[in-house]
């Protein structure tokens, strides 16, 4: 049976999009030429593997993919995805153009109008973007959701080289001064993919991190030698990227020359989690498959503190309102709080019955925690220093979870992803939902700014529609 999963997620801040991105246009001699090439590559990938990687890599790639699967059945027969036969391509040369013509003849312009509206992005559209696998084809989809409108589409997508495992937004490109609109995507390949988000019909990434070895071009390794699990851009040094990998290391990248810098590992197991610390520019929260959440000096390449947690670490956390403080989930069902100055856990909880592969606090709601599993449930919680208190549950019908984040401009929107066939993403809005609504919308600071913005505007409105009085216009004329 053929996948269609979503296997990763995240969100575009309002106003960093282009209003009108740019498009991709190749002649049929430029996309054979491409195309030629990337066959070339990826032959020679495959024949400079060596034995030992091979048999790692198919390994590790069988495992990653039955994750997927439902009660250890390999549903979407994820086996064979690295080993189809064929010409992926679809020669898709071919429809480059029609006749002669530069335009499909079959194709009417009774929509154009509309189609141009929506290739436009307002300032008050968020993107969404979605590492998706349906059937042998893995694919970035770009959608726009506007909440003022109540709109959800795909705007544009991107075919992708390989499974993607992780994804995360970011806005620098050392070909541009000016801030750009990228995302970054780790798959089943030692290779980072940076994406620029603001070209349609674009065939190669803007840039990539990593270089496979080659026998043939006489070329070393750059990089991780396996499948990249997560990716976290340094928010305060924007030109530094951290990656880890099955391979038990974790990179730190400079994107101005495309190199990493530092190298932290091997650890004992895979590094399956990543998150910079928010004001703490130097320090990186790791955890890995061996059971042990670290936080790392980077700079001094020392380890600050180390926890021990009850399963495998999924997913690592900060507490962006009380940077003190971090939220690890693992592979059974469990959700650890801890505090850097302490060496054991506040609390630890069973949240749910299997891994806890989706985490994420508000933007903007202080002690809302959403989690998602691949039990297909969905939960909020009110999180504090001693306990957390279970606010909401819902079991959904997307299937296993594999992904969740929050909305960066709205505090009670997510997004989640999961491997239902016929539905396999929703956008949840967490303030539709009324026992969730009463408890935290007084907190909400995005609200509570909104509503302070338009009281001064009320104000400043009523100050103008005044009629003052001029003192020297009384008595009698």
């Not at 004992?268 to 929260?285: G, Y």
């Not at 939960?379 to 909305?407: F, R, V, Y």
């Amino acid at each position: 049976m053929e996948a269609n999963v979503i296997a990763c997620t995240t969100w575009v801040k309002k106003g960093v999009a282009a209003a009108i991105p740019e498009k991709i246009e190749l002649k049929p001699d430029e996309l054979e030429k491409i195309i030629k090439e990337t066959q070339a590559t990826l032959e020679n990938n495959s024949d400079d593997d060596s034995d030992e990687e091979i048999k790692t890599k198919t390994q590790y790639n069988v495992e990653c993919k039955e994750e997927f699967s439902v009660a250890g059945t390999d549903e979407y027969n994820f086996k064979a995805y690295d080993n189809e036969s064929g010409n992926m391509y679809c020669h898709i040369s071919s429809l480059a153009s029609f006749n002669g013509k530069s335009e499909d003849p079959l194709v009417t312009n009774d929509d154009e109008d509309s189609d141009k509206d929506d290739d436009i992005i307002k300032p008050d559209d968020n993107l969404v973007l979605f590492g998706h696998v349906e059937g042998d084809a893995s694919i970035l989809e770009v959608f726009v959701y506007n909440e003022r409108e109540g709109s959800f589409y795909c705007h544009h997508d991107i075919l992708l080289s390989s499974f993607p495992l992780c994804i995360e937004w970011l806005n620098y490109d050392p070909t541009n001064p000016k801030p750009s609109n990228l995302c970054a995507i780790g798959n089943m390949t030692p290779i980072i993919e940076v994406w620029d988000l603001d070209l349609l019909d674009c065939l190669e990434p803007a840039y990539k991190l990593g270089q496979k070895p080659s026998k043939k071009k006489n070329q070393k390794r750059i990089g991780h030698k396996d499948a990249v699990l997560d990716v976290s851009w340094n928010h305060n040094y924007t030109h530094v990227l951290a990656s880890g990998s099955v391979d038990q290391t974790v990179l730190l990248w400079d994107l101005e020359n495309g190199k990493p810098v530092n190298k932290l590992g091997p650890f004992d197991e895979k590094v399956q989690a990543l998150k910079w610390h928010p004001q703490e520019t130097h320090q990186l929260l790791i955890g890995c498959a061996d059971k042990l959440v670290r936080i790392i000096d980077c700079m001094n390449e020392v380890p600050v503190i180390e926890w021990k947690a009850s399963g495998e670490v999924e997913r690592v956390l900060w507490n962006h309102y009380d940077q003190n403080y971090c939220i690890v989930s693992t592979d059974n069902g469990y959700i650890e709080y801890f505090d850097v100055r302490k060496s054991k856990p506040l609390w630890q909880i069973k949240a749910h019955e299997k891994e806890v592969t989706g985490l994420s606090l508000s933007t903007s709601c202080q002690g809302l925690l959403v989690s998602s599993s691949n039990d297909g449930v969905i939960k909020t919680w009110d999180i504090g220093k001693k306990s957390p208190t279970l606010i909401w549950e819902q079991m959904s019908n997307l299937g296993a979870i594999q992904c969740l984040a929050a909305n960066p401009d709205n505090g009670f929107v997510f997004i989640v992803g999961g491997d239902n066939k016929e539905h396999n993403f929703k956008v949840l809005d967490l303030m539709k939902i009324p026992t969730i609504r009463e408890r935290f919308m007084k907190r909400d600071a995005s609200k509570n700014s909104m509503e302070l913005r338009q009281e001064a505007m009320n104000i400043t409105e009523n100050i103008e529609n005044m009629e003052i009085e001029d003192p020297g216009s009384s008595g009698t004329s």
